[in-house]
């Protein structure tokens, strides 16, 4: 959309600084408030990448991930009572449109493997969710695994391009940190396991350590084609 190298550049760092505000904001207000700038942080996002509109496979499937993002968060944050289950049915939808945009971007061979990969690693977090939990395997929890099993693979296919999707790789690297500190919060909901004073204290360190991760993770992502557009010299 736009074609100035020097415009999208200057409104990328407008948007990242706006970011970072909303980020500190998130951190210190009370009440409402934490909220109000966490699911603002995610629409800027999403709104943001519009910016990047082209007619490729790759700006397609990550505004749909970003827009999922967007309905995955409503759930968790903007509604008053926490929804679960619909959050991470839509985030399960956020993985899959990043592997397809990751899938589409690859070579026959390189789709083969990707698909095999995502396949062996998806059956797997199933797997060891029934093993583990045996009837407590709820369907919160398999989609959980899923979806954290899709994030997984997604840095995996990422990372083996680094140099041309860093962005993305960290992007997802971000996020996958989000997921592991809320995933272990959550633990105790599906295992009797004891309540380490370390991890706690890691875990809840005064601030919201979760978005810590998760909005960087939102603001890579939302610039991750940036560097395919230079240097293909469409800017």
Not at 160 to 165: S, Y
Request: charged fraction near 15%; charge should be positive; proline fraction near 2%.
């Amino acid at each position: 959309m736009i074609k100035s190298r020097r415009v999208l550049l200057g409104l990328s760092g407008v948007f990242v600084a706006a970011e970072v505000t909303l980020g500190v904001l998130l951190q210190v207000s009370e009440g409402r408030g934490p909220a109000i700038y966490s699911y603002a942080a995610v629409i800027l996002a999403c709104l943001f990448f519009v910016l990047f509109f082209e007619r490729t496979h790759s700006y397609v499937w990550t505004q749909l991930a970003l827009l999922l993002t967007v309905c995955a968060d409503y759930f968790l944050v903007w509604s008053e009572e926490q929804q679960k289950l619909p959050a991470m049915v839509c985030f399960l939808g956020v993985q899959l449109a990043y592997g397809m945009r990751l899938w589409m971007e690859e070579s026959s061979r390189g789709r083969m493997w990707q698909g095999l990969l995502r396949g062996a690693i998806s059956v797997f977090a199933m797997a060891l969710t029934w093993m583990v939990l045996g009837e407590n395997a709820d369907a919160l929890a398999l989609v959980s695994m899923v979806y954290y099993a899709n994030l997984f693979s997604n840095l995996l296919c990422s990372a083996i391009r680094f140099r041309e999707r860093w962005l993305l790789s960290v992007g997802f690297f971000l996020f996958l940190l989000c997921d592991t500190v809320i995933g272990l919060s959550m633990l105790g909901d599906y295992l009797s396991v004891a309540k380490e004073e370390w991890l706690q204290r890691l875990l809840h360190p005064g601030f919201n350590l979760a978005w810590v991760f998760y909005l960087p993770s939102q603001v890579c992502l939302a610039l991750s084609l940036l560097p395919l557009k230079i240097k293909k010299g469409n800017l």
